[in-house]
Nanobody, 124 residues
Framework: QVQLVESGGGLVQPGGSLRLSCAGS????????MGWFRRAPGKEREFVTF????????YYADSVKGRFAISRDNAKNTVYLQMNSLKPEDTAVYYC?????????????????WGQGTQVTVSS
């Protein structure tokens, strides 16, 4: 099973940017569809985005479309989430997840491996 470690979270002002990283170990991520989910205080975990194993297919939640971008570098075994134009409602713990399939899913139950999460706080 692949192990995942997120990094790059922090405190940012509204309108600012952050880039999250998710480093994989134990197995190459090139065979996995990778996703990002988030859990805001007092809310259920929700889907943010996924990228398929080849990087040729991506999908975004409506709430982040046009502001967030997922990418992957299979040579570095790392997936990234570039977050721009951040809003206070983007405040959450962000989780990286891996799904051993060539196609994506918006359901967290379809992802088998998870990182520990990284906190993103958007506040002035």
């Amino acid at each position: 099973q692949v192990q995942l470690v997120e990094s790059g979270g922090g405190l940012v002002q509204p309108g600012g940017s952050l880039r999250l990283s998710c480093a994989g170990s134990g197995r190459t991520l090139s065979s996995y569809t990778m996703g990002w989910f988030r859990r805001a205080p007092g809310k259920e975990r929700e889907f943010v985005t996924f990228i398929n194993w080849s990087g040729g297919g991506t999908y975004y939640a409506d709430s982040v479309k046009g502001r967030f971008a997922i990418s992957r570098d299979n040579a570095k075994n790392t997936v990234y989430l570039q977050m721009n134009s951040l809003k206070p409602e983007d405040t959450a713990v962000y989780y990286c997840a891996a799904r051993y399939a060539s196609y994506g899913s918006t359901r967290d139950a379809d992802f088998r491996s998870w990182g520990q999460g990284t906190q993103v706080t958007v506040s002035s």
